[in-house]
Nanobody, 115 residues
Framework: QVQLVESGGGLVQPGGSLRLSCAAS????????MAWYRQAPGKQRELVAL???????NYADSVKGRFTISRDIPKNTVFLQMNSLEPEDTAVYYC?????????WGQGTQVTVSS
């Protein structure tokens, strides 16, 4: 069973930055893609950023230019650098991994942007 463990969430003021980490229990190269999703209260879970095994990246329009997804392959870890945070970014952020028809989720980490 694959485990994905997120860390790095917290409370930050508008305009601030946070870096989320997702540590996988096996090589991240074994996944077709890894991604960050988020879910705000009363809203559906949405894709924030994705990185494929080949290194291609995609972002939601709402975070382009502010968020960056990256990875450390030897450490089996994927990161989400979040800059210029806005109150609308407040949500639980989830790490996701996909290997063909199999999908794995982390437990989520809370990000709260508030003054």
């Amino acid at each position: 069973q694959v485990q994905l463990v997120e860390s790095g969430g917290g409370l930050v003021q508008p305009g601030g930055s946070l870096r989320l980490s997702c540590a996988a229990s096996r090589s991240i190269f074994s996944f077709n893609a890894m991604a960050w999703y988020r879910q705000a209260p009363g809203k559906q879970r949405e894709l924030v950023a994705l990185i494929t095994s080949g290194g291609s990246r995609n972002y939601a329009d709402s975070v382009k230019g502010r968020f960056t997804i990256s990875r450390d392959i030897p450490k089996n870890t994927v990161f989400l650098q979040m800059n210029s945070l806005e109150p609308e970014d407040t949500a639980v952020y989830y790490c996701h991994a996909k290997q063909y028809q199999l999908e794995y989720w982390g437990q989520g980490t809370q990000v709260t942007v508030s003054s």
